[in-house]
């Protein structure tokens, strides 16, 4: 299945809103899709997908959900504000 | 005397118009720290319970704290204590830039102002003399023009000054004074305490050295928080863009409340709009980055901005909080409006975060029909009008016709109109800041039963939470108590030093116990660490609980903690449990429930708080 996916707000300049696609078998959680996304980026920025936050089809979303053909994913830096 | 402190406290009273000087003791220093502990601890002792806020007996404080005016990095904050007209209960709010440092090196640790004086007054420090000089000639001069005239009329270009604007003269209880023209201990209402005195400014100059026990070490710890903060995405965001770094994505993950803590950020504000409430689009004014006194990181910045409607000049970048209440709580994307409130805040004196929410409830008041367009002087305050929230914010400032009313905040507003209660979005009458429980909800025991209600710079579970940290299931309110006291503990010593929270978070775990041992001397782990946060909570909780307050007394509006549940978004189905949260910490700190009132036993094994176990237990 093809999932959708954007960063956003992240403050590391390689992680962009520029949405991405990305096949994965049926019946991957949000978990399993950060460590297929990891492999793709250097080590320093894939330590934040560890502690990001999520919104599928703009309702929040924990790793463990599962995810479906054509959900689309954003990946939010976790800290809050300022 | 024990490194990191002048030694010296001052007392002014302006009914009669005397200074008095007293030492600073050790043994408070080593117990209370500085900052809000000092001040909690002065106050509690030297104002009678049940004193009018804004009345002679009165006392508002301004105490730096160890790190002050050392080389420490991040030893920019100074604390102002105080009773709040809003809440009648105990405040501190505290602000960066140099004023605290510069306070320090002037050879005082802390000034505490009581009485009402006949006239205007401002009170000019310059190392180590001070005096009380007439301000009659200075009341209605904004904080930044009388910066100016001050440094001509004392001959000191180099001053660094906290004064209050037209609103904190008008005694509006919004008010807040200024340091440095631009940075703000905004909450709680400590303008209106000075209005109220006609204290108008303290300026100060201070040329001196504050000793410490350890200069080769605090370089080196300074030397490990620099390697740290280099290696920090959020260190890079912040030193990069600020704290407005963050505001666009805090509106999308539910972080930022939205349309009065009703909306959703993703549906009701979208992601091209959210992006004009963040620095990545405000910069394009920047003209210079700026940083506090001792500030590797540099989150400020001026801005230049002299096109669209509201050509405002020579300004700030907002920071995150200013942009959301603002921005995405009024679903306003209006840039350029957003930059002009945020001015205006500085000139006149006025928390950003209260005056934000309060437009923000005046707001859905008017859309719900229930404040008609009369009762707001013709303005059409609609969801998202740029120009309306400045009309209405300068009524507010200028304390004119609806911002007479509305300049005393949402919670005064709707008592005096006598509707709109259920729109309110407070903890004890305060409006809650931009972070909202219901994403880190930690939060809402913070909010609803620190003893300066409504804040975000409290630790706790919260601030975890908000750092993507939680060791649990953040909805999981079971077994909370004692990392939310940890938490609290922590970061009550941290404020005391007169550190900055941004600075922690891109520093090494623990850093600043080393750092209280590099400044004063005596050795500081995290046992003593733990127990003087205690100390020091207890005391701001005794201030309250002498007051008369319980917990009951204590609220917080239902929607900000999720009941009912929002419907949509990230946050949807979030409703909190808030009373097993704080009854948790009411356990592990062993304060009672009903009463208030901590343990005996935990006062004694504190220490230091005999005072405070006299009037609640007799002797």
Redesign the interface.
């Known amino acids: 299945m093809i999932i959708h996916y954007y960063y956003?707000?992240?403050?590391?300049p390689s992680l962009t809103h520029e949405k991405q696609a990305v096949e994965i078998p049926s019946g991957t959680t949000i978990d399993q899709l950060m460590k297929v996304i990891g492999e793709t980026i250097e080590d320093s920025a894939s330590e934040?997908l560890n502690?990001?936050?999520f919104?599928v089809n703009?309702?929040?979303a924990k790793r463990e959900a599962v995810l479906k053909d054509g959900d689309e994913v954003?990946i939010?830096?976790?800290?809050?504000?300022? | 005397m024990i490194g990191g402190y002048a030694g010296k406290m001052l007392f002014v009273n302006l009914t009669d118009g005397t200074l008095e000087e007293q030492e600073l003791t050790d043994e408070l220093a080593e117990n209370f720290i500085g900052g809000y502990g000092i001040g909690a601890k002065v106050l509690y002792e030297r104002m009678p319970a049940g004193a009018d806020p804004l009345g002679p007996d009165s006392m508002i404080g301004f105490v730096t704290g160890p790190s002050n005016g050392t080389n420490a990095f991040f030893g920019g904050r100074y604390s102002v204590v105080h009773k709040s007209p809003i809440s009648g209960g105990w405040n501190d709010s505290n602000s960066g830039g140099y004023f605290g440092p510069e306070l320090k090196k002037a050879g005082y640790d802390a000034v505490f102002v009581s009485g009402i004086s006949d006239k205007p007054v401002y009170l000019w420090i310059n190392d180590g003399k001070a005096q009380i000089k007439d301000a009659t000639h200075l009341w209605g001069r904004d904080t930044k023009e009388i910066w100016e005239d001050l440094k001509l009329e004392t001959g000191e270009p180099k001053l660094r000054i906290l004064a209050i604007g037209r609103t904190g003269e008008n005694v509006s209880l919004l008010a807040c004074p200024i340091n440095d023209g631009h940075r703000a201990p905004g909450r709680g209402g400590s303008g209106a305490i000075m209005g109220s005195k006609k204290l108008k400014a303290i300026a100060v100059r201070g040329t001196g050295t504050v000793p410490v026990a350890d200069p080769k070490r605090i370089q080196d710890l300074n030397k490990r928080v620099g390697a740290t903060m280099k290696a920090s995405?959020?260190g890079?965001?912040?030193g990069?863009?600020?704290?407005?770094?963050?505001?666009?994505?805090?509106a999308?993950?539910?972080?930022?409340p939205v349309k009065n803590w009703g909306g959703v950020g993703?549906?009701d504000f979208g992601?091209e709009n959210v992006q004009k409430v963040?620095s990545a689009e405000m910069d394009k004014y920047k003209t210079r980055k700026y940083a506090c006194s001792r500030c590797p990181l540099g989150?400020g910045a001026e801005y230049e901005v002299n096109d669209g409607k509201y050509p405002v000049g020579k300004t700030d970048r907002p920071?995150?909080?200013t942009a959301?209440a603002f921005g995405s709580t009024l679903l306003n994307y209006d840039t350029a409006s957003i930059l002009k409130c945020n001015e205006m805040c500085n000139q006149y004196g006025i928390d950003t975060i209260s005056a934000g929410m309060t437009i923000a409830w005046a707001m859905e008041c008017y859309s719900e029909g229930i404040l008609t367009r009369e009762e707001l002087d013709g303005i059409d305050l609609t969801w998202g009008n740029g120009d309306a929230i400045v009309a209405i914010l300068q009524k507010m400032c200028d304390g004119e016709g609806c911002g007479a009313i509305l300049a005393n905040g949402s919670a005064y507003a709707a008592n005096e109109w006598g509707k709109g209660e259920q729109f309110l979005q407070t903890a004890s009458g305060i409006e809650l800041p931009?972070?909202d429980p219901r994403?880190?909800p930690g939060l809402a025991r913070t909010y609803q039963y620190d003893p300066s209600p409504g804040r975000?710079v409290k630790g706790g579970l919260g601030s975890l939470q908000?750092?993507?940290?939680e060791k649990q299931d953040k909805y999981d309110y079971r077994g909370t108590g004692a990392l939310d006291l940890a938490l609290t503990t922590h970061t009550e010593v941290l404020n005391s030093m007169g550190l900055c929270m941004?600075g922690e978070?891109v520093s090494p775990p623990g850093v600043h116990n080393e750092y209280i041992e590099a400044l004063t001397g005596m050795t500081f782990n995290d046992a003593d660490q733990y127990t003087t946060g205690l100390r020091i909570l207890n005391m701001r909780h005794a201030f309250n609980v002498r007051e008369g307050i319980k917990p009951s007394d204590l609220t917080i509006s239902a929607r900000a903690v999720g009941k009912p549940a929002l419907t949509?978004?990230?946050?949807?189905g979030v409703s909190i449990d808030t009373d097993l949260l704080a009854r948790n910490f009411f356990e592990s700190a062993n304060w009672d429930f009903e009463t208030g009132k901590p343990a005996r036993e935990l006062l004694e094994n504190i220490g230091h708080l005999e005072e405070v176990i006299k009037d609640l237990y007799g002797a």
Do not use: N, R
Request: charged residues 10%; hydrophobic residues 45%.
């Open positions: 956003f707000g992240v403050p590391i934040f502690k990001a936050s919104l703009k309702m929040g954003v939010l830096y976790p800290i809050g504000g300022g | 995405p959020i890079k965001a912040f990069a863009m600020g704290t407005g770094s963050t505001t666009p994505a805090s999308l993950s539910g972080d930022s993703i549906l992601i963040g989150c920071e995150y909080e959301a931009m972070h994403f880190a975000h908000m750092a993507g940290e941004f978070m949509a978004g990230p946050l949807a």
